[in-house]
């Protein structure tokens, strides 16, 4: 059974940083473009990033780009999310999902893209 797991959140202060990991288990995603998202309360889930199967391509919202980097590892199953400068605006669920293959050479924003969804992990950014 194909499963995400986000990793790596927390508290931190306004202006620091956090590492995200997504570790894929039961599938290879390999072939597969990934994103992430996150969801704050009250508030719809929001795309943030997204890096196609080779990492060749990357997209971002403009509300992180310049502040989150997003990269992956496929031999080990995983992407990251690099955030910096993390502002109070920043604290959310964090999301990563995956796409079919048939969807891995791009880059995708569309949450109707993704087939596979972590459970999420929180970042709690303080003032």
């Known amino acids: 059974q194909a499963q995400l797991e986000e990793s790596g959140g927390g508290l931190v202060q306004a202006g620091g940083s956090l590492r995200l990991s997504c570790a894929a288990s039961?599938?290879?995603?390999?072939?597969?473009?990934m994103g992430w998202f996150r969801q704050a309360p009250g508030k719809e889930r929001e795309f943030l990033a997204t890096?196609?199967?080779?990492?060749?391509?990357?997209y971002y919202s403009d509300s992180v780009k310049g502040r989150f980097t997003i990269s992956r590892e496929n031999a080990k199953n995983t992407v990251y999310l690099q955030m910096n400068s993390l502002k109070p605006e920043d604290t959310a669920v964090y999301y990563c999902?995956?796409?079919?293959?048939?969807?891995?050479?791009?880059?995708?924003?569309?949450?109707?893209?993704?087939?596979?969804w972590g459970q999420g992990t929180q970042v709690t950014v303080s003032s």
């Open positions: 999902a995956a796409t079919d293959p048939g969807w891995g050479s791009y880059v995708n924003s569309r949450e109707s893209r993704y087939k596979y």
């Open positions: 039961g599938h290879t995603f390999s072939s597969s473009a």
């Open positions: 890096i196609n199967w080779s990492g060749g391509l990357i």
